[in-house]
């Protein structure tokens, strides 16, 4: 995961379900460089993993996304509404 942060400023960790949890992938490096992380829920590891890298490239690009309005071009067919979470 660092090199992979190191060369291209982020990552995608990719968690099994387990325990009542559902299975969930995140980034991790964006907020090395001031930006937020994103996290999605229930998504195999195949789906999320484009769908994140994607938003971190849009975000590194400068890309602002509004929060808790649907958005239409994150995921295919469907809006996608992104949440903020307190620090």
Do not use: K
């Not at 400023?9 to 969930?24: E, K, L, M, N, R």
């Not at 509004?66 to 949440?83: C, H, K, Q, R, S």
Request: charged fraction near 15%.
């Amino acid at each position: 995961i660092r090199q992979r942060v190191r060369v291209r400023g982020w990552d995608v960790v990719s968690v099994p379900a387990q325990a009542g949890i559902p299975p969930h992938s995140y980034t991790a490096g964006l907020a090395l460089g001031g930006l937020h992380e994103f996290i999605v829920f229930g998504f195999s590891p195949g789906l999320a993993r484009p769908v994140l890298s994607d938003l971190a490239q849009r975000v590194r690009d400068g890309e602002c996304f509004p929060t808790n309005v649907g958005i239409e071009d994150v995921l295919p067919g469907m809006p996608a509404v992104l949440l903020g979470v307190p620090r």
